[in-house]
């Protein structure tokens, strides 16, 4: 299968751990091996630890192109992947953030801990403003994300926010699934305030 031209790389957000279920790391795996099948890039944040280092190496083993980006203070670490053609080394993590988002056609969040939320709801909260138009997933391994998906249902009922900004992001338990939805993602003009008419 071939990619659209609106589709080209997808920055992956996840964990720097591998987590304790297997499974998270198995759905890592195929998700690195089917942005390769598909003639897609990878742009994620340069580990090589974790399920970091497991959906690179996924995507580098089935000839996808694949750019790190990481922090200078993380790359001294000794955390960087070292087998990476394409390793951009940033100042900050600001920095990073911003790279990561101007080289990607769309985003992904699989496990992971803060870190990988607080890349979530940035990109999430720009589409929410109409910053960028880029479509954004979250790949639910094992009911991961259930928790969360229910809170903020509960934030729409509180009234803080708009049930058309959550749908925003969409949810698949199945990698093959999400980049087929990301790829026929069209964005919407929604009002940001709740104030203004509801635009479902």
Avoid at 7 to 35: K, T
Avoid at 98 to 116: K, N, S
Avoid at 151 to 166: S, Y
Wanted: glycine share 12%; proline share 4%.
């Amino acid at each position: 299968m071939t990619s659209s031209s609106a589709l080209r790389r997808i920055c992956v957000f996840c964990g720097s751990s591998p987590g304790r279920d297997p499974r998270h790391a198995e759905a890592a795996r195929a998700f690195g091996g089917e942005i390769a099948r598909r003639g897609l890039g990878l742009v994620y944040g340069g580990g090589a630890v974790g399920l970091m280092g497991i959906v690179a190496d996924a995507a580098l083993a089935g000839g996808a192109e694949v750019v790190g980006i990481i922090p200078r203070a993380l790359a001294r670490r000794e955390v960087a992947h070292r087998g990476l053609a394409d390793l951009r080394v940033v100042e900050t993590m600001h920095a990073r953030k911003a790279a990561m988002a101007e080289l990607a056609d769309a985003f992904v969040a699989l496990p992971g801990g803060i870190g990988t939320f607080e890349e979530l709801f940035e990109v999430w909260t720009w589409a929410q403003l109409g910053d960028h138009a880029k479509p954004v997933g979250l790949l639910d391994v094992a009911g991961f994300y259930r928790p969360l998906l229910a809170f903020l249902d509960g934030v729409v009922e509180a009234g803080f926010l708009r049930e058309a900004h959550r749908s925003l992001a969409i949810v698949e338990t199945d990698g093959g699934r999400l980049i087929d939805r990301l790829a026929a993602y069209e964005a919407k003009s929604i009002a940001k305030w709740l104030t203004a008419p509801d635009d479902r």
